[in-house]
């Protein structure tokens, strides 16, 4: 039991951005305007002690959104901390070490390198992310928390906490106000040096979102051969795939909902054309299959209420290179789970 809950304590940064990512993509552009840059801006700080050449890179600023309690989206972002009744672990764990990420965490930048994603140097083996997080840590009850159930390991000068779970993680304080966690069973740091068009091409695409409070970049010029042949049979659609060489994402709290968006990058303006004709008609077609009640009767409530908002409410633009899809995400759109997290408020 305590190892649960101390696994969970220190992948909630993984997961938090992985519900960001999945629920809120990024910042609403103004669609009347040409397509700018989302939230144009440095990137932040923290994003700086990132290892280099991640495929995957997002954000999250937990304060920011953190004053939205009052707002059920608090809840779905899980912001409004752990019911006592439904999760007595983490409230065990919360008190063991003073840490309540929804309380204490402020900012968060993760580096994720997915094993389907080749490298430069062939491949990590296995899913790997690197986390950096600021906030609030009660340094030495984190450590005998983790010495309880885990042991600590130097690396070169640095100090690791190792967590057992699957897979393990592990985390060093960088100073009194941040630290840096990774998963898996090997502690060494990423070494995947981008080249400088790699490199200038995803500084590009932060550049793009950066601030907003929440958004996620992925590069997409070096999938698998095995991902282009699910589209094999449509000579035409893999092509258009093929074009997609970045995806940038980012999110806006409007209240009681969060304004979601996301960019795709394509190597020409005829590509992106192609793409945003074929999105809207994707969902146009999905608009008349969710009118026949043969269609409906196959869903949920709840997924057919969220596949109707997609079909009705997702705008689609093109500019240039850029495809960009927006839509207005409520605690509705999410049924139960966002109801009943707003009824918790």
């Not at 007595?88 to 402020?106: I, K």
């Not at 490298?119 to 899913?127: K, R, S, V």
């Not at 009681?256 to 074929?278: G, M, P, Q, W």
């Amino acid at each position: 039991m305590p190892i649960a809950s101390t696994k969970r304590a220190w992948i909630v940064v993984a997961v938090m951005i992985g519900l960001a990512a999945a629920g809120a993509g990024v910042y609403l552009y103004r669609l009347h305007r040409p397509l700018p840059p989302a939230s144009a801006g440095a990137e932040p700080d923290i994003m700086s002690q990132l290892p280099p050449g991640a495929p995957v890179i997002a954000y999250i600023d937990v304060a920011a959104l953190r004053k939205l309690q009052a707002s059920p989206l608090a809840s779905m972002l899980g912001l409004a901390g752990a019911d006592p009744k439904e999760d007595r672990d983490y409230q065990n764990f919360v008190r063991d070490t003073g840490f309540d990420y929804a309380r204490d965490l402020d900012k968060v930048a993760i580096a994720i390198w997915p094993t389907t994603l080749p490298t430069p140097n062939g491949g990590l083996g296995e899913n790997q992310a690197v986390a950096v997080a600021d906030g609030r840590f009660d340094r030495d009850k984190i450590k005998a928390y983790a010495l309880r159930y885990g042991q600590a390991v130097t690396q070169g000068t640095q100090s690791f906490y190792v967590v057992p779970g699957d897979p393990p993680v592990a985390f060093a304080f960088l100073s009194a106000t941040r630290i840096v966690l990774r998963n898996g069973k090997n502690l060494s740091i990423p070494e995947q040096l981008p080249n400088a068009s790699e490199k200038n091409a995803m500084q590009g695409r932060i550049n793009r979102v950066a601030g907003a409070p929440i958004f996620a970049v992925a590069r997409t010029d070096a999938l698998p051969k095995s991902f282009y042949d699910n589209f094999k049979n449509s000579p035409q659609l893999q092509g258009l795939v093929r074009s997609v060489k970045g995806l940038t994402f980012a999110g806006q709290p409007q209240g009681d909902r969060i304004d979601v968006a996301l960019d795709a990058e394509c190597d020409s303006l005829a590509h992106a054309a192609e793409i945003a004709t074929l999105l809207d008609g994707f969902r146009m077609f999905g608009t008349i299959a969710l009118s026949d009640p043969k269609t409906r009767r196959q869903m949920t409530k709840e997924q057919a209420a969220l596949l109707t908002a997609l079909a009705s409410q997702a705008k689609v633009t093109h500019q240039d290179r850029w495809v960009r899809m927006t839509l207005g995400v409520t605690p509705e759109m999410l049924g139960p789970a966002g109801s009943n997290h707003a009824e918790l408020r």
